[in-house]
């Protein structure tokens, strides 16, 4: 299956990158909600957090670290951070990935 994020992963689409290293890839979102939106995927496709097996687990655990990574990089101390399985919870593009929000006070419930 190959996304939007599979052709910014092979560098054939340009991306705001914010941070890479060999497993994952951080990059503004084009349609931000806050002024700091970033999006975080891994480099191997999983179509969302509801399709991840036990074998991702140490991947996924590394996209919480990168997450937290970028919310230091951006220099934000309040962030939240994201994701969405499947259309009806608004996922749009269907490889796994986490928003990181912030940048401006976020109300809960987010939807």
Do not use: C
Request: glycine share 10%; charged share 20%.
């Amino acid at each position: 299956m190959s996304t939007i994020f599979s052709k910014i992963i092979a560098g054939e689409l340009p991306a705001d990158v914010v941070y890479e290293d060999d497993k994952a890839l951080a990059f503004r979102d084009i349609h931000p909600v806050a002024p700091t939106h970033v999006l975080v995927i891994p480099k191997r496709e999983i179509v969302n957090i509801g399709e991840s097996v036990e074998d991702d687990a140490e991947l996924l655990g590394h996209l919480m670290i990168v997450a937290g990574r970028v919310a230091k990089l951006e220099n934000l101390t309040d962030f939240r951070v994201v994701t969405n399985s499947g259309a009806g919870a608004g996922q749009s593009v269907f490889h796994l990935h986490l928003h990181v929000i912030g940048g401006r006070s976020l109300s809960w419930p987010p939807g």
